[in-house]
């Protein structure tokens, strides 16, 4: 019998104990089940992981699953166990290396995580070979791409390693891809581009703002009076991390702690673990704070200066409100910002650096705009959202077009 999404929604509910699916998980899963090769683009946390791990469950055959990092390979093999998933992983870091091979070519797994750096070995094709594959996911798959922010040129042999599978499924799997990035990882792991499903990047509950900096301190106190409860600021450097902590602890009387790669390891770990489980506090870092943090209920983040990316500010500013109650993202950038940025470009390398420039060109395109803020984020990502959304600077403080022409009716007659 042909597995279908009715299939599936039992085996979600049977495994994973979820209703139902979520945003466009169950279109990525009724592809893979049609043997369609898919690419995800979805935003952290959107559930990627299912779209394999399910799947996997279902099909005939292993999944062998293609990470970048052994620390994640063993986080999502501890999340799949628990749901009864036959799952094991082949890192340097393992010791159950025949164990695991043996399970495998007895077909006793569904699914195998491996690092990008096996696929170039022969030895390893030789292997995969010796038993039925379901379907190869390739996470992070941004990865392969030399736009991606992230490239690991061992991504690059993946491709041959699938091709000598031509009739196993392949799905992709990434939360930042831009259109050239995207193009890219199409081409370069041979998906067919009507492949791509891509959705889920609005944030609904986050007020977007991007205003002249005048007098940052004053402004974020503002803005901490307007949204209390836990908030993270952005500052460029560290020593702007610790002068603003400083300032806004004192102009405000709350507590507002820094966060910086300059602090020692465990002033850094205790200012991060009273902040995360704080209600009221704030903390100043640079871009080094937030990684692998999971707080729901962050009610601000704040930028001081501007990120290196449209990418950047997405991901910082989608810190906040995770809970999905009203959240505020405020940037405030001042006219030298970008130049400063443009002037560090050249410590980049050649063959990076018109990516970056282009990547900074792109934000600056979101700062300017007179036009809605989340509809240029959102087209940024390829989505297709309305032209007003009601929630962002550029929506709320826009002069209704009435209110111009009196303005300007007045000034002529004046
Ligand atoms: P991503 O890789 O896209 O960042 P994960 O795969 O790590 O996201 O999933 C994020 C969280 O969402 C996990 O805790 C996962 O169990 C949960 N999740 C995934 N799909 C569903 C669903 N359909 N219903 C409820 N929770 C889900
Ligand atoms: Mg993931």
Redesign the pocket.
Known sequence: MVASLDHAREA?RAT?G?????GR?AKVIERTLAGHSSLAV??????????YQLPATMLQGCCIVISPLIALMHD?LR?ARANGIRAATLTSADADWRETQDAYRAGELDLLYVAPERASQPAFRDFLASSPIALFAV?EAHCVSEWGHDFRPDYRMLRPLMDAFPEVPRLA?T?TADRQTRGDVLAQLGIPEDGLVLAGFDRPNIRYAIRHRDNPVRQIANLMAERPGPGIVYAQTRRKVEDLADKLARETGRKVLPYHAGLDPETRAANQAAFVASEDMVIVATVAFGMGIDKPDVRFVAHVGVPKSIEAYYQETGRAGRDGDPSAATMYWGAGDFATARSRLAEVDEDRRSAERARLDALAGLVETPQCRRAVLLRHFGEDPPETCGNCDNCLDAPAVTEVTELARKLLSA
């Open positions: 979600l994973f979820f209703d139902d699916f979520r998980q979805m935003p952290t946390g959107a559930g990627k992981s299912l779209t999502q999340s996470d799997l939360a």
